[in-house]
């Protein structure tokens, strides 16, 4: 099994998704995102143009495909989450290369297509708590992400099985069952 814990930041997808490993005995893979921004000489919280963001989230995809590459694994992101951030910096006046973009999304749905055997949601539900080096506590934004998460999980693109988890469901051990058992 792979299991794809996506959702905004903040919300406990590695704390989930090391759970979900340490119950069932499967690999935890985590994903480093800042470590692309790192080697472009970027910080991920930097402002930055689409089309050097779109380069980004392409070098981030790549890394992860090359660490998604073993038979049992839970991880916590997915292409889900490189399709939400990026779509979430597009405002009314942002310049946008339209078949560039379509493309980026083509290839993440095709991934999580073929990487994933189910994906975990997780909505913004926990205690916020500040930590140096974490993205913002937005709760707005987080919300935002949410909303474009669960409308990219309803895609017709995407084939993965999806589940997601009720707001309502903070203790981490239902978090589990629910992952592992729908």
């Known amino acids: 099994m792979k299991i794809g814990i996506c959702g905004s930041h903040r919300t406990g997808k590695t704390t989930l998704a090391q759970a979900i490993a340490n119950k069932t005995g499967t690999n935890l893979v985590k994903t480093d995102t800042?470590?692309?921004?790192?080697?472009q000489g970027l910080h991920p919280s930097q402002s930055l143009d689409f089309s050097t963001r779109l380069k980004i989230q392409k070098?981030?995809?790549?890394?992860?495909?090359?660490?998604?590459?073993?038979?049992?694994?839970?991880?916590?992101?997915?292409?889900?989450?490189?399709?939400?951030?990026?779509?979430?910096?597009?405002?009314?006046?942002?310049e946008v290369d339209f078949v560039e973009l379509?493309?980026?999304?083509?290839?993440?749905?095709?991934?999580?297509?073929?990487?994933?055997?189910?994906?975990?949601v997780v909505q913004p539900a926990i205690p916020l708590v500040y930590e140096t080096g974490k993205?913002?506590?937005?709760?707005?934004?987080m919300e935002h992400l949410n909303i474009i998460v669960q409308g990219l999980c309803n895609d017709e693109r995407l084939q993965c099985p999806t589940t997601i988890i009720p707001r309502d469901i903070v203790n981490l051990q239902k978090r589990v069952s629910i992952a592992i058992l729908k």
């Not at 800042?34 to 080697?39: D, G, K, P």
């Not at 998604?68 to 910096?89: C, G, H, K």
């Not at 993205?135 to 934004?141: E, H, P, R, T, V």
């Open 59 to 94: 070098l981030i995809i790549q890394a992860a495909v090359k660490i998604w590459q073993t038979d049992n694994f839970v991880t916590d992101r997915t292409p889900i989450d490189f399709m939400a951030y990026t779509l979430a910096e597009i405002q009314g006046d942002t």
């Open 34 to 39: 800042n470590a692309v921004f790192i080697q």
């Open 135 to 141: 993205a913002a506590l937005n709760k707005s934004y």
């Open 102 to 120: 379509e493309a980026y999304l083509t290839e993440c749905f095709a991934v999580t297509n073929q990487i994933f055997s189910k994906l975990i």
